[in-house]
């Protein structure tokens, strides 16, 4: 048999996959720290981090080995028993998070956290109704479709979709203006990803807790892009010291590994009773034995300050970028290790990921023309700074 090639790989694949994703033409192979290798082997520094799941950069030693390890003892038994791995994440993830988010529940996705996070919401106050935010993201199960500002995603399903509001993202009045009698909960990122890396005004997260307490329905931090470092803190919500009733974590948490969690106050886990929730791979112990990896790694190098001191110095010369280039660069948004250039041009910008691929780097746009920079939060700089001068260039068109 001859070595596979991107083109051989494509010509298998056309029969088989379901064409509901526009593939980029690279067939990725390997991964190691934040470069992978594609099957012709070239390499390519990694800046979108496996989409903000990477965060420990790939195949880091002792989460292979972690893996590694937890796969020769157990991978797989019911939630109906103790393990001890589920039981060491649940009580980190306490710790890691608001001392009010005392219980957690293990699932495999981000869209699972968020389907959980809902239904605990909605068997909180027996409430149906949901507020969320134009742009935001939420996963593409049912409910989490439910919940999205992004009419593209919605709209094709939109029969199968319940109603819910929907107000801009940042503005505190609409959303006192949409929350009623019904409203179980306001569903917020702290700072939206997908939407494309926008940062509510100072007091807005605040301002929503405020809302809630007064009108008794809960807050959802939905953390699974912001969470676990990523934006130089453990959490998003750390930056103004807002406490969530509900939390979802996702992506960096398993570092490549599928897993994520949502997360509740003692009141809101006195809602609920046996028979509420469950999952065939609900609090896996191989999944739980890599997240467990990735907290160690973050806390033992430093992580999450390097998330924002980093993130300060990229900024830094994204903004200097900016200033040099007006007529290129509209702002520059974000925090920590989730960061944006905001082009003008969206053809160009639509352009980049692609032509980025030619010089050996992989860079993500999205919400049209903003470029977001989301490397993993150990990405050296011999790789970052060159991958970066790379983007700037592609920028300039
Ligand atoms: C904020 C947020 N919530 C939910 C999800 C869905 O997570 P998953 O793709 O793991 O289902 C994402 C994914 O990008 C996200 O960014």
């Known amino acids: 048999m001859t070595d596979p ?26 991964g190691a720290g934040s470069r992978v290798r594609d099957v012709a082997g070239r390499e390519y520094v990694d800046l979108t981090a496996g989409w903000g799941v990477t965060a420990i950069g790939h195949c880091h030693p002792a989460l292979v080995e972690a893996i590694a390890d937890q796969a020769g003892r157990l991978m797989q038994t019911t939630n109906l028993f103790y393990t001890l791995p589920q039981l060491d994440l649940i009580e980190k993830l306490d710790a890691i998070t608001p001392a009010s988010l005392t219980r957690s529940f293990l699932v495999s996705s981000g869209a699972e956290a968020v389907e959980g996070a809902l239904k605990l919401a909605h068997r909180a106050g027996g409430r149906r109704q949901f507020v969320s935010t ?38 505190l009045d609409a959303a006192v203006s949409a929350v009623g009698e019904q409203t179980a909960a306001i569903i917020v990122e702290p700072l939206q990803g997908e939407g494309g890396v926008n940062v509510p005004p100072p007091g807005y997260l605040a301002g929503l807790r405020e809302l809630c307490d007064r009108s008794g329905a809960l807050l959802i931090a939905d953390e699974i892009q912001t969470g676990i470092g990523r934006t130089g803190r453990w959490l998003a919500v750390d930056h103004d010291g807002v406490c969530p009733d509900i939390l979802t974590l996702g992506k960096g948490l398993g570092g490549g590994f599928p897993i994520a969690a949502f997360l509740c106050t003692e009141n809101v886990s006195k809602t609920v009773q046996p028979g509420d929730h469950g999952g065939t791979y609900a609090g896996n112990p191989l999944g739980a034995a890599a997240a467990n990896a990735v907290l160690r790694v973050i806390e033992e190098e430093g992580l999450v300050e390097r998330a924002a001191s980093l993130g300060e110095k990229i900024r830094a010369r994204l903004e200097a970028f900016a200033a040099a280039h007006p007529d290129c660069v509209e702002s520059v948004r974000g925090r920590g290790l989730l960061l944006a250039l905001v082009l003008r041009d969206e053809d160009n910008a639509a352009s980049i990921p692609t032509r980025a691929l030619e010089q050996g780097v992989l860079v993500n746009v999205t919400a049209g023309r903003v470029v977001r920079l989301f490397p993993a939060l150990n990405i050296p700089e011999d790789d970052l700074w060159p991958a970066l001068d790379t983007v700037f260039q592609l920028a300039l068109g």
């Open 5 to 30: 090639t991107l083109e051989s790989i494509r010509a298998r694949e056309a029969a088989h996959f379901l064409p509901v994703v526009n593939r980029l033409p690279v067939a990725i192979t390997q």
């Open 134 to 171: 134009h742009g935001s993201f939420h996963g593409r199960t049912l409910g989490g479709l439910s919940v999205i500002g992004q009419a593209k995603h919605r709209e094709r399903y939109a029969a199968m979709l319940p109603e819910q509001e929907f107000v801009p993202y940042g503005d």
